[in-house]
DNA sequence: TGAATAGTGTCTGTGAGACAATATGCC
DNA sequence: GGCATATTGTCTCACAGACACTATTCA
């Protein structure tokens, strides 16, 4: 049977012909404890910007990764020993020189978790840690992982204005003062507790497990669950930003 | 003077050590025309997918692009002669699959532009032109370049919901029945005149250059020009979807 | 004057903001 | 009961939807 001339070209093709840029992937993993907003980073061991913090990413790897989540979710694997039920591509930066080895890509994405859900995996190594957004600007930061970090917040500011997705960086099962006190953290002010519930009542995002959580010395607040979809709607009307 | 470590492993970093993904850049370019959305299209000279129609697109240059928004405009200046004044990334594509020569990357972004803006450009050429949404599925489309067209229009759609980033599609002066129809194509539903006057109107989005234009056979409508942070303005209320 | 299109007046309904009032647990 | 926190009642206000009405051009 003959080849096609694509047939041909294709076996011919020398991709190392091309100069191409370097492809990483950084998640930038949140998640939600007493009271902060906390950003998961890992301490490089290797050059360049050794020693230094940075967003738990690295290289596509073409024979394990068939799709870039892949590489989001395998990454965050090695660092947390979970996969997050939250992952959304969030943007990608590239530029001649973000990266002193070469002109280079990295594909960024959000990711929420509970806190509980790495805490014992983290425990045991000492180069993974939240690291609070206060606590940030202490650090030094590998590469734009800064910049990146500010922008993935500064999304999920938004998306407190407009949908419920913060939850995911809840437990499980969450209580309504819970979620509120993170959408204000990520606001930066307080929120009518009324128009809060109201708009969540009223959708149907949160399914009631009937169980109570009594810890904290008032009335026992109930718990609920995200629904099925609860994550993808969006609020017709926003909160005042 | 003692050299670093980190000077030295950049100086023996080999990158084509790495196997990395081919890196492309792929506009999206809108523009409203008679009554439709059209994308820029441009007829394949080369394998793979040769003679098919796909994205004005291209390898990102790493000796004259900077940056990816500098592959993406000079691979639009080099298909439209000119710079479309809105430009913002819409999602990144990476698989093993989606191009037969190898794992492939493809950061693609969302343009809008006048129809004539590009139209004398453009007449001179028969490899690149305007296609309708309707005509799309007519032709044969380059690699996943009709999903991430899909992507684009969908995306687009959700912003006619809260902003009015569409107008850049229209010339620099357009009258607002001129706006709501392009909305309306966008939404594929029939909006309220006065409540899409009076949100524009109230949030003082638009500039009244004083001209009319008077060609409709009616009453002459007035014409007006974004105002300077028009586009990045968004609505705390949405038009219903 | 009539057709055609642009632009306004105004009523209704929805839902967020504000904040007071009530409920339910613990000691 | 008193404290702390959760949950509800209810008023106001902004603004989108609906649709009738007026305004301005041309033939």
């Given at each position: 049977?003959?080849?096609?001339?694509?047939?041909?070209?294709?076996?011919?093709?020398d991709?190392?012909?091309?100069?191409?840029?370097?492809?990483?992937?950084?998640?930038?993993?949140?998640?939600?404890?007493?009271?902060?907003l906390?950003?998961?980073?890992?301490?490089?061991?290797g050059?360049?910007?050794?020693?230094?913090?940075?967003?738990?990413?690295g290289?596509?790897?073409?024979?394990?990764?068939?799709?870039?989540?892949?590489?989001?979710?395998?990454?965050?694997?090695?660092?947390?020993?979970?996969e997050?039920?939250?992952?959304?591509?969030?943007?990608?930066?590239?530029?001649?020189?973000?990266?002193?080895?070469?002109w280079?890509?990295?594909?960024?994405?959000?990711?929420?978790?509970?806190?509980?859900?790495?805490?014992?995996?983290?425990?045991?190594?000492?180069?993974?840690?939240?690291?609070?957004?206060?606590?940030?600007?202490?650090?030094?930061?590998?590469?734009?992982?800064?910049?990146?970090?500010?922008?993935?917040?500064?999304?999920?500011?938004?998306?407190?204005?407009y949908?419920?997705?913060?939850?995911?960086?809840?437990?499980?099962?969450?209580?309504?003062?819970?979620?509120?006190?993170?959408h204000?953290?990520?606001?930066?002010?307080?929120?009518?507790?009324?128009?809060?519930?109201?708009?969540?009542?009223?959708?149907?995002?949160?399914?009631?497990?009937?169980?109570?959580?009594?810890?904290?010395?008032?009335?026992?607040?109930?718990?609920?669950?995200?629904?099925?979809?609860?994550?993808?709607?969006?609020?017709?009307?926003?909160?005042?930003?």
């Amino acid at each position: 049977m003959m080849q096609t001339d694509e047939q041909a070209f294709l076996q011919h093709y020398d991709k190392t012909a091309y100069d191409t840029p370097l492809v990483t992937v950084d998640p930038v993993l949140f998640t939600y404890h007493e009271g902060q907003l906390n950003v998961l980073l890992v301490q490089r061991s290797g050059h360049p910007d050794r020693q230094m913090w940075g967003l738990p990413g690295g290289f596509v790897d073409l024979q394990r990764d068939a799709t870039l989540e892949d590489t989001a979710l395998r990454k965050l694997r090695e660092k947390t020993g979970v996969e997050p039920p939250y992952l959304e591509q969030l943007h990608t930066f590239g530029n001649a020189t973000r990266d002193k080895r070469s002109w280079s890509v990295t594909v960024c994405y959000t990711a929420l978790i509970a806190h509980q859900e790495c805490a014992a995996h983290i425990a045991t190594v000492t180069d993974v840690r939240w690291v609070s957004m206060a606590q940030l600007a202490t650090l030094p930061l590998a590469f734009d992982h800064g910049m990146i970090i500010e922008h993935a917040r500064a999304r999920l500011r938004q998306k407190a204005l407009y949908s419920i997705v913060p939850a995911y960086a809840l437990p499980e099962k969450f209580t309504l003062p819970e979620l509120q006190q993170l959408h204000e953290a990520l606001l930066g002010k307080p929120l009518q507790k009324k128009s809060f519930r109201r708009r969540i009542e009223q959708a149907e995002l949160l399914i009631d497990t009937g169980e109570k959580r009594m810890d904290s010395g008032g009335r026992p607040a109930a718990l609920y669950r995200m629904g099925k979809e609860s994550g993808a709607y969006t609020f017709v009307r926003n909160l005042e930003a």
